[in-house]
């Protein structure tokens, strides 16, 4: 097969001489750190597409898009979401009503926001069907003031499916024999693990007509509509102009408020991350350098003897970048097929290394969620490896140029 020159004696010269076994550790070295760069970008990246996509796909399934809440209880909200769903961005619509408190068990005292629901409605804008642990949404029917909680408010209180809780809401009953909290006895009727501790410790769900009976409303009034959008990002300005179409009776919120600061803060962090990350790989990469001066140093005479045989400076300087984006690209290769697999298995290599040492390395008290997710994307893969073979091919136009500089008589001097 035909190779030209330069081509021949680059990748000849990347296997360093047996005289020369310093050259060749340098060259692996470089290799090697390449490499590792390369996995650590692909790994962290993927790691921070995991929080991005479990942010989005989990926290936010599980809180609201948008709400449009009335200044007064809604009657008929069967015909305010009949109009709510004109609105083209909106996928699904559901009833809600919010209380908050607190959950009391046998002295154990957790606080909790507690959402009423319409089970069949909830299903169309919640994903809390796919986390539960025991129990079922269906079980929240109307009278049977049941309650549906976290996994991690469940462990707090001491309870389990079929016991009985209090919930103490806070207000106060006047009665001739003073103020009294006004409490109500809930059955457990079921258990949810979604894996964000924000959710998993403080929500509960029941029916809305309970909670409409301890509001002292009518059994069909509601707090407001919850809003399921076909693009998240759309919901802000989506619910306003829905808000705004409605009338000044009624105002809309959004999950930016409650959660766009997080998400933000992770798109930022991966961005920033990521450019600290390629400085890595460019370190790595500009190691190159040092390979090739020292290669050229070594083959100063092998330089002058092409020189005299007729090599012109262009093919010097060829053979030179042909050696160091040999090396670039075969660190690169290594280390992508490297980072992929780290990224594809990191996950199940976290939870194992918890499992055998008892240590949780996120905790839901202080993270959104309580593992580490990974979710690996060609265009990132593409991108590093990209920037790692432009680095190293940057990395080699010095030293060969400086190889196409040596004048022979100089080199053969001494030989």
């Known amino acids: 097969m035909f190779r030209p020159l330069f081509v021949f004696i680059g990748t000849r ?28 970008m692909i790994v962290v990246l993927s790691v921070m597409n995991g929080f991005d996509h479990e942010m989005r796909t989990r926290v936010l399934g599980m ?67 796919h986390f539960m642990l025991e129990g079922q949404l269906d079980s929240l029917t109307p009278g049977s003031f049941g309650i549906i909680i976290g996994d991690k408010a469940a462990k707090a209180l001491g309870v389990g499916v079929g016991d009985k809780l209090t919930f103490v809401a806070p207000e106060v009953s006047v009665t001739p024999a003073g103020m009294f909290p006004r409490m109500k006895r809930f059955t457990v009727q079921g258990i949810f693990h979604v894996g964000a501790g924000e959710i998993d410790g403080y929500l509960g769900l029941t029916n809305l007509q309970d909670l409409a009976r301890m509001q002292r409303w009518k059994p069909d009034q509601v707090q407001g509509l919850r809003l399921k959008f076909g693009d998240l990002f759309e919901a802000p300005r989506g619910a306003w102009e829905i808000a705004q179409h409605l009338g000044d009776s009624y105002y809309a919120r959004d999950w930016t408020r409650t959660h766009g600061n997080l998400y933000q803060a992770i798109r930022m962090e991966k961005a920033m991350i990521g450019l600290l990350l390629l400085l890595i790989v460019a370190v790595a990469a500009f190691n190159i350098i040092s390979t090739l001066v020292m290669v050229v140093n070594d083959k100063k005479g092998d330089i002058a003897i092409l020189r005299t045989l007729g090599a012109t400076p262009g093919t010097i300087m060829a053979i030179f970048m042909v050696q160091g984006t040999v090396i670039g690209v075969v660190g690169t290769a290594i280390g992508a097929v490297v980072g992929i697999l780290a990224a594809l298995n990191v996950s199940a290599a976290i939870s194992a290394l918890e499992g055998l040492i008892g240590h ?26 990209g920037a790692a073979l432009v680095l190293s091919f940057l990395a080699t136009l010095y030293p060969a140029w400086r190889a196409a500089r040596t004048q022979p008589a100089q080199a053969l001097r001494y030989e």
């Open 360 to 385: 949780k390395f996120l905790n839901a008290d202080v993270y959104f969620i309580d593992y580490l997710p990974s979710q690996l994307q060609v265009q990132d893969v593409l991108m590093v490896c």
């Open 63 to 129: 809180v609201p898009h948008a709400t449009i809440v009335g200044d007064q209880p809604i009657t008929d909200w069967q015909s305010l979401a009949a109009k709510v769903q004109q609105n083209p961005k909106v996928e699904a619509v559901a009833p809600f009503t919010q209380m908050q408190g607190l959950l009391t068990h046998d002295g154990n005292v957790q606080k909790v926001l507690l959402n009423a629901i319409d089970p069949v409605q909830e299903r169309k804008v919640s994903i809390i069907d």
């Open 13 to 40: 010269y990347t296997r360093a001489k047996r005289r020369n076994h310093f050259v060749s550790f340098i060259s692996l070295t470089s290799m090697i750190g390449l490499a590792l760069g390369v996995v650590v």
